[in-house]
Nanobody, 121 residues
Framework: QVQLVESGGGLVQPGGSLRLSCATSRNIFSINTMGWYRQAPGKQRELVATMTSGGSINYADSVKGRFTISRDNAKNTVYLQMNSLKPEDTAVYYC???????????????WGQGTQVTVSS
């Protein structure tokens, strides 16, 4: 089991920056994939960025070059640095952890409570 706690959301002007944090209750090395997702009102939840325990990273096309996912293993925390924010980035951002203990195990998916990011002038 993994508990996830997001923080860092808020109101920012277009072009501004925010850094989201996701603190995990377990050793981050035991989590196969950490990810950030977002959901805007009336829209489906979409992937923003993911990072595997091995360091492989994927970004949504809409955030490439602007967002950066990273981790601090000592703090068991993952981050999402968001720069050059746009109004269309406005959404609730969720931290996700995917765990597959062995190749024959089921996948276990965990979600944080979400943190609101609002980009507006």
């Amino acid at each position: 089991q993994v508990q996830l706690v997001e923080s860092g959301g808020g109101l920012v002007q277009p072009g501004g920056s925010l850094r989201l944090s996701c603190a995990t209750s377990r050793n981050i090395f035991s989590i196969n994939t950490m990810g950030w997702y977002r959901q805007a009102p009336g829209k489906q939840r979409e992937l923003v960025a993911t990072m595997t325990s091995g360091g492989s990273i994927n970004y949504a096309d809409s955030v490439k070059g602007r967002f950066t996912i990273s981790r601090d293993n000592a703090k068991n925390t993952v981050y999402l640095q968001m720069n050059s924010l746009k109004p269309e980035d406005t959404a609730v951002y969720y931290c996700n952890a995917l765990i597959k203990p062995t190749p024959w195990s089921a996948k276990f998916n965990y979600w944080g409570q979400g943190t609101q990011v609002t980009v507006s002038s």
